[in-house]
C-alpha cells in the first residue's frame, strides 16, 4: 500500500503542497539533501521512495542501523559511477540516521557537498541534536507530524478496497475501523499491520477480531462524547483526592484510547496551580517541563512523563488559594471596583508625566530594611480588600506566615 506518487501520500499536508520543497524537489532534476524528521508511521520512507520512483531516480537505502563506512562509501562510488556513465542521478535513503556516528556521518560530506546523490535522512529524533552541523547546514530539514485520526482512517479505507490491500475480500465494521484508528496513535504503518492481522483471522473484521490480531482490549472511549468528560473529570478529581493509583488508572485509560497526550498536559499544568498552588510551587515547574517533553517526544515514551508528573500533582499537598485569589480579584473588577492607579505609582518615565505629578512621593522598597515600606499599593476602593488567603498546607505554611506579617505591616497593623 506504499504510495506511488506525492499524490497518493496522506497526511503532510504542510509538505506537499505546491511550491513546497518537497514539490520543487521532485519537479526539477536538480540534485539536493534533506533531512525527514518525525515519529515513526509518519511516510518518511516512503517519501523518499516516492521522489525516486516518481523523478526516475536510482534508489539505494541503506539503514544506519546496520550499515558502516564501508557501505556507505560503497554506496556513493556507485552513484558517482551511475551519474558519470549514464547522468543518472540516485537517491541515497539512510534510514535512522541519527544512529550514524560522528565519523559515518563525515563519510556522507563529500557527496552532499558536490550533489554526487540527493541524499535523505530519515529520523525520529531531533536532527539539531543528533546530526553533525556541517550536513545539517547543507540539508533542508523538513518536519514530519502525526497522522491525524482521518489520516489514518484514510489509509485503512484505501487499504481495505484497493487490489493492491484487501482489495474487498474483507468487510471493516466501522467500530472495528474506529478501534484501529485509535490503536494506530497516529502510525500509518501500525494501522495496516493491524489491519492486516486481523484481516488473516477473518473476512468480516469485528472489533473482537481486531482486539484478537492486536491483543488489545477496545478502550470504550469516544474523544468527543461522554467517556472523555467522564474520564477526565475522574481524572482531575483522583489528583485533586491525593490518589495516585486512581489517577494513573485514568491516564492509562485515555492514553490507550488515543487521547491527544497534550490535551492530558495541558489539564496537569492546570492542575499544578488550580489545586497545588502555593502549597508545593514546584509542581507547577514538574507540569510545564512535562508538557513540554510531551510535545518533544510524542508517544508511548511520553506516557512515562505523564505519569511523573500525575504522581507529583497527586502526592503534593492541596491549596486553592490561587485560584480563589485570582477569581476574587476578577470579581471586584467585574463589579466596578477598579478606582485610580495612586498617582505615586503612575508611570514616570515620558516628557511631562513629573507635571502631572506622575511619581511623586514613590517610596523605593530596596532603600528600606527586609525591602519593604508602608505605602498604598491598591486603588481606595479595593484597598481593604483581601483576595490571596493561603492555606497552612505544605510549603503554603510559611508563605502564610510571611504574608500575614506583611499585610499587617503594610496595612498599618
Known sequence: MRPRTLDEVIGQRHLLGSGTPLRRLVESEAPMSLFLWGPPGTGKTTLAYVVSNVTKRRFVEISAVSAGIKDVRAAIDNARRELGMSGRQTVLFVDEVHRFNKAQQDALLPAVENRWVTFIGATTENPSFSVISPLLSRSLLLTLESLSDDDVRAVLERA??????????????????????????????????????AALLADDITVEVVEKAADKAAVRYDRQGDQHYDVISAFIKSMRGSDADAALHYLARMIEAGEDPRFIARRIVIFASEDVGMADPTCLQTAVA??????????????????????????????????????????DVRKGLIGQVPGHLRDAHYPGAAKLGHGDGYKYPHDFDHGLVRQDYAPEQVRERRYYEPTRHGAEAPVADRWTRIRDFLRGS
Open 160 to 197: 481495505v478496497s484497493e487490489p493492491r490491500g484487501l482489495g474487498g475480500r474483507a468487510t471493516l465494521a466501522p467500530e472495528a475501523l474506529d478501534h484501529l484508528v485509535r490503536l494506530a496513535g497516529g502510525d500509518a504503518r501500525r494501522s495496516l499491520t493491524y489491519l492486516e492481522a
Open 290 to 331: 512535562v508538557a513540554q517533553a510531551v510535545q518533544l517526544i510524542g508517544l508511548p515514551e511520553g506516557q512515562i512523563n505523564l505519569a511523573h508528573a500525575v504522581i507529583h500533582c497527586a502526592m503534593a499537598p492541596k491549596s486553592n488559594a490561587v485560584v480563589k485569589a485570582i477569581g476574587a480579584a476578577v470579581g
